[in-house]
């Protein structure tokens, strides 16, 4: 962040701090919104969560001032589907962020995907606009990259950050170097404007990233309006990045660099909020995208904790997430919750406490946490974990049934992309796909939360889950509409050659002749 912009958030902080007292119609008006979404940060990274080196003070403080979800789940275990789960609050088998070219294939947005977020989904800011909210992304939004599929045409008022992954850098003859956006326009480029040291893993784009959300909050709080933040930085994401004040600080490497600085950013983010004195009125939740990415390695990714594999498997490393909801004077501190949770609940739970309805000419996956925040109660309800246009496995209370098994192909593992590294199971993470959907292999996630040890077929438990489990999942795939897929189709054409204000910087590239394909998705 330039001098001149530190300036103003310098001078906007001081003077909203300066007011004595909110008038009372503001502090009781609807609650500010930050969602916190880390990208393939694992369960295990967090030292509320048991990581032995301790090193994320914040998100352990957050943890003891607000309410921890130990059983909390991503909606898909890639990025780009758990995102589009989030903010429509519907599996992505519904919203369409999925694909049919191949059997249970895990999809995403790089830049050569034609389609993005469909016209016929609703975002939450687009509804959170009825009650007057202001709404800003800070960071990675990977919904589509494509004109009206960006955020600021999708209800965000102001967005700073990227369509896509960092990946690079690239020669820009062949592939363009990934925009960074500022609201509507490019304001420059990963690995140009926006340096990322492959080498030594230096960036300060967190550091821009948080910046960017303390502003906005600090002049939606100035103006006194309600605002919802998606803060969505993606430093965990390989190459890990960190900038210099943290490069080297962790006992874990460059991957744990990463995520001391985004603990700090985190920290710096609700300090801010009792420094503004709008801590009691904002609703703040911290989780991930999916699972750590454990086939990148130790110093490319973090850690999933007792679970089994890890990001684009339905094993619970893959899906299952840190959480932490914290509200001060409204969620009790140091609580802990069992409640099977969703990322989609966050869609239907932030429209409850805007005091708006959700959509009801849908289907919604997600439910409204509010009886579970403010009384620890527990909802019954099922956790469904798709792969691509299969539903693979189903959690219901403790016991997880699975439908499908399967790692990655034999193919991609012979050469050295291991999804499972170091916990392979016989029979359980397979190398093919296996069906099971006459006899589903069944755990006990309490006493077996690592998935080693399946339940005899010939117990009475296993029949008694079965009788249970059976019809639940038998009413959700009578019942189920799939959308649109929207991630079948690439064109090499459609890719960031040319994004909007890409011609004021002088960054404009040409396209290659369009020739679209059905996207090849190997896992």
């Excluded at 509320?48 to 943890?63: C, I, Y």
């Excluded at 294939?105 to 469909?118: D, F, H, K, L, M």
């Excluded at 003859?173 to 304001?187: D, G, L, Q, T």
């Excluded at 509200?327 to 802990?336: A, E």
Aim: glycine fraction near 10%; hydrophobic fraction near 35%.
């Amino acid at each position: 962040m330039d001098a001149a912009r530190i300036y103003v958030f310098a001078f906007l902080f001081g003077l909203v701090c300066s007011r004595t007292a909110w008038d009372d119609d503001f502090s009781a008006s609807t609650p500010n919104i930050i969602i916190m979404f880390m990208d393939d940060m694992g369960w295990g990274d967090l030292g509320v969560f048991g990581q032995p080196s301790k090193e994320t003070l914040n998100l352990d403080r957050m943890a003891a001032d607000g309410m921890l979800f130990p059983n909390f789940y991503s909606a898909n275990p890639l990025c780009s589907p758990s995102r589009a789960a989030l903010l429509t609050g519907r599996l992505p088998v519904r919203n369409g962020f999925y694909t049919t070219n191949a059997h249970a294939r895990n999809a995403y947005t790089p830049q050569e995907i034609v389609g993005g977020i469909s016209k016929e989904e609703i975002l939450l800011p687009e509804i959170l606009k009825k009650k007057g909210y202001v709404s800003k992304i800070v960071g990675k939004w990977h919904l589509g990259h494509r004109p009206g599929h960006l955020p600021v045409e999708r209800g965000f008022d102001e967005w700073f950050g990227a369509p896509n992954c960092h990946f690079g850098p690239f020669n820009s003859s062949s592939r363009p170097n990934i925009p960074v956006y500022n609201n509507s326009e490019m304001v420059g480029r990963y690995y140009e404007e926006f340096k990322i040291d492959r080498k030594t893993g230096e960036s300060n784009l967190t550091q821009i990233y948080l910046q960017e959300g303390l502003g906005f909050i600090s002049s939606q709080t100035l103006a006194r309006r309600p605002f919802f933040l998606y803060w969505a930085p993606d430093a965990t994401h390989a190459p890990v990045y960190a900038s210099k004040r943290f490069h080297g600080k962790s006992r874990r490497g460059r991957y744990g660099d990463a995520v001391m600085e985004l603990d700090y950013s985190v920290g710096q983010i609700l300090d801010g909020l009792r420094t503004l004195g709008i801590h009691n009125n904002t609703f703040v939740f911290f989780s991930s995208d999916n699972g750590a990415a454990v086939m990148s390695g130790p110093m490319q990714s973090g850690s999933n904790g007792p679970f089994l594999c890890g990001k684009e498997t339905t094993f619970e490393g893959g899906m299952r997430e840190p959480a932490i909801a914290w509200w001060p004077g409204r969620i009790p501190s140091g609580t802990v919750s069992h409640q099977l949770g969703s990322a989609m609940d966050l869609f239907t739970t932030s429209l409850a406490l805007a005091g708006l309805a959700a959509p009801d000419d849908r289907m919604l996956d997600g439910l409204d946490l509010r009886p579970v925040l403010f009384n620890n109660s527990l909802i019954d309800r099922p956790i469904f974990y798709y792969r691509g246009n299969e539903m693979m496995a189903v959690r219901v209370g403790a016991y997880k049934a699975h439908y499908w098994t399967w790692s990655n192909s034999w193919e991609e593992f012979n050469q050295g992309i291991n999804f499972c590294p170091g916990e392979e199971v016989a029979g359980i993470t397979t190398h093919t796909q296996e069906e099971h959907t006459m006899q589903p292999i069944i755990f006990h996630l309490g006493r077996d939360p690592g998935e080693k040890y399946p339940i005899s077929v010939l117990s009475k438990e296993y029949m008694a889950v079965l009788k249970h489990i059976g019809p639940i999942v038998e009413e959700h795939k009578q019942t189920l509409v799939p959308g649109m897929p929207q991630l079948n189709m690439c064109d090499l054409a459609v890719m960031n050659w040319s994004p909007p204000g890409c011609e004021k910087l002088g960054k404009c590239l040409t396209p290659p002749k369009s020739q679209p394909w059905k996207c090849d998705w190997p896992h």
